[in-house]
């Protein structure tokens, strides 16, 4: 089971754009730092090695079975922001677009690949955050590892008990 919620990885090189689906992702620190698992028969990979750029992007429930159908095909054959219907809005401080019906959009850059027990594992550095506060439904989704995923339910409010941590909240 991947615990964190299913998130989009969009690149861009040499005026062409590009989307993947990520479930293997870890939150590394607050500031932020994110590590992704990605694999080489994604385009994605080779295009992050050579742009050391991207936008990592939260897509709400809405979007679940658009990001589904966006990892099940490559960015070689199909465009997938025209495919899906999805806005690219230009970054702050990257190449790779913000794709604007996203809850959260994350310009991170490349700070390292490291490979474990032959994966690769990404880590990417924050470097500018956007949100979008128009959404009334803040709900993301969860992948379970055998094509199952679950959307999120109630949120619990639990900032007053995070008495160490203010700092992070
Ligand atoms: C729900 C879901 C989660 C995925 N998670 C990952 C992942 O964590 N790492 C990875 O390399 N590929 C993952 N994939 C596969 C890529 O999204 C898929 O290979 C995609 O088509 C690559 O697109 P590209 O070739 O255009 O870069 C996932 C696919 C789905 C449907």
Redesign the pocket.
């Given at each position: 089971m991947?615990s964190s919620p299913?998130i989009l990885l969009s690149?861009a090189y040499r005026g062409k754009q590009?989307?993947?689906?990520?479930?293997?992702?870890l939150s590394m620190d607050f500031s932020p730092m994110v590590g992704?698992?990605?694999?080489p028969?994604?385009?994605?990979?080779h295009?992050l090695l050579k742009t050391k750029e991207c936008v990592l992007s939260i897509p709400g429930a809405d979007l679940l079975k658009t990001?589904?159908a966006?990892?099940?095909?490559?960015?070689?054959e199909v465009d997938?922001f025209a495919k899906f219907g999805l806005t690219p809005y230009p970054a702050a401080k990257v190449k790779a677009p913000l794709i604007g019906e996203c809850l959260k959009n994350l310009e991170c850059k490349l700070v390292k690949k490291i490979t474990v027990q032959g994966n690769e594992l990404f880590v990417l550095q924050g470097v500018a955050a956007w949100h979008n506060p128009q959404r009334k439904d803040q709900r993301t989704f969860h992948?379970r590892g055998d094509g199952h995923?679950i959307v999120d339910g109630k949120t619990h409010n639990l900032r007053r008990r995070m008495t160490s941590w203010q700092d992070c909240i």
């Open positions: 991947e299913v690149i590009n989307i993947m689906t990520v479930s293997c992702h992704c698992m990605l694999g028969w994604d385009t994605s990979y295009t990001a589904v966006i990892g099940n095909c490559s960015g070689s997938k992948a995923f």
